[in-house]
């Protein structure tokens, strides 16, 4: 499992925006799925960054082999009962790992139990069962993914647009690394339970709010993902998404590269074109001047 703790500028926009997204918020900032519990932790700051990513392992003994990992890379590496902290020395991005119990398997995709078209009218807002994935960009990302890939022992699965796709077993990926001109979060992804939910849930978050609209519906080619992007008013993208290949792997090797196959589309459809609305953080957006500069 993995969870996220982020610094934002604007904090009470930002716990606004994940309430409606469907989120629990357990406690102001802290925000809960519905099967992984507690996976996102907003505090206030002077910049939107990445405070901190956790990361649950099997026992100690995968902790004290991820340590010596790490330190064998000159990779400082700070222990406390049950828990070791390092940083990412090309990001900069903490990443925190401490034995945990796993996530229980997602329930099978929703499915009408009897001939009622009304099952299919949505009355309450999505509630995302865990979360997927974190996309972080960064300055050289071949550097950064030996301290994910060498270091915390996760398999890479493809590169897209540039970066490394990484994962820790079935699901496609976990850990995103994208180049970009200085560190920032790219986006997070939101496992929900269908298409259906991928397609309710986007629509009902830009019905008010035509502007959070990012990048949606469409499917992905790697990893065969549902998705749709909305922007959070913290700078990053807020993605919901469902995998039905996810749960046909059937073991950690399911998506190793195939050797000779070339790169995958970032998406197989999606309305509009990628190139029409482009995945761009706020951060990396050239500023606007004003008419008399």
Request: a negative charge; hydrophobic letters at 40%.
């Given at each position: 499992?993995?969870?996220?703790?982020?610094?934002?500028?604007?904090?009470?926009?930002?716990?606004?925006?994940?309430?409606?997204?469907?989120?629990?918020?357990?406690?102001?900032?802290?925000?809960?799925?519905?099967?992984?519990?507690?996976?996102?932790?907003?505090?206030?700051?002077?910049?939107?960054?990445?405070?901190?990513?956790?990361?649950?392992?099997?026992?100690?003994?995968?902790?004290?082999?991820?340590?010596?990992?790490?330190?064998?890379?000159?990779?400082?590496?700070?222990?406390?009962?049950?828990?070791?902290?390092?940083?990412?020395?090309?990001?900069?991005?903490?990443?925190?790992?401490?034995?945990?119990?796993?996530?229980?398997?997602?329930?099978?995709?929703?499915?009408?139990?009897?001939?009622?078209?009304?099952?299919?009218?949505?009355?309450?807002?999505?509630?995302?069962?865990?979360?997927?994935?974190?996309?972080?960009?960064?300055?050289?990302?071949?550097?950064?993914?030996?301290?994910?890939?060498?270091?915390?022992?996760?398999?890479?699965?493809?590169?897209?647009?540039?970066?490394?796709?990484?994962?820790?077993?079935?699901?496609?990926?976990?850990?995103?690394?994208?180049?970009?001109?200085?560190?920032?979060?790219?986006?997070?992804?939101?496992?929900?339970?269908d298409v259906d939910e991928v397609g309710y849930g986007g629509s009902r978050m830009?019905?008010?709010?035509?502007?959070?609209?990012?990048?949606?519906?469409?499917?992905h080619g790697a990893s065969a993902n549902y998705f749709w992007y909305l922007k959070?008013?913290?700078?990053?993208?807020?993605?919901?998404?469902?995998?039905?290949?996810?749960?046909?792997?059937?073991?950690?090797?399911?998506?190793?590269p195939a050797p000779g196959t070339g790169d995958l589309p970032v998406a197989v459809?999606?309305?509009?074109?990628?190139?029409?609305?482009?995945?761009?953080?706020?951060?990396?957006?050239?500023?606007?001047?004003?008419?008399?500069?």
């Open positions: 499992m993995i969870s996220l703790t982020r610094r934002v500028r604007d904090l009470d926009g930002t716990r606004a925006f994940y309430r409606e997204f469907g989120l629990a918020e357990t406690s102001p900032g802290t925000f809960a799925t519905r099967a992984g519990g507690e996976q996102l932790h907003l505090l206030p700051g002077t910049a939107d960054e990445v405070a901190e990513l956790h990361i649950g392992v099997d026992s100690t003994d995968d902790l004290r082999a991820i340590g010596a990992a790490l330190e064998a890379q000159d990779v400082p590496v700070e222990r406390a009962d049950g828990t070791i902290r390092a940083v990412e020395p090309v990001s900069g991005v903490a990443v925190r790992l401490s034995v945990a119990d796993r996530l229980p398997a997602d329930p099978a995709p929703s499915a009408p139990d009897r001939v009622e078209r009304t099952e299919l009218v949505r009355r309450g807002p999505v509630e995302p069962l865990r979360l997927g994935h974190v996309a972080i960009g960064c300055t050289d990302v071949e550097r950064a993914k030996a301290f994910f890939l060498d270091g915390v022992g996760m398999r890479l699965s493809d590169y897209v647009i540039g970066g490394p796709f990484m994962r820790f077993e079935t699901d496609h990926h976990n850990v995103v690394l994208l180049p970009a001109p200085m560190t920032l979060l790219h986006h997070t992804a939101w496992k929900v339970r830009i019905e008010r709010h035509p502007e959070r609209h990012a990048w949606g519906l469409g499917r959070d008013p913290a700078g990053a993208f807020a993605e919901y998404y469902h995998s039905d290949m996810d749960a046909l792997a059937d073991g950690p090797l399911f998506w190793d459809w999606a309305s509009p074109a990628l190139e029409e609305r482009p995945l761009v953080p706020e951060a990396m957006r050239p500023p606007i001047l004003s008419a008399d500069r």
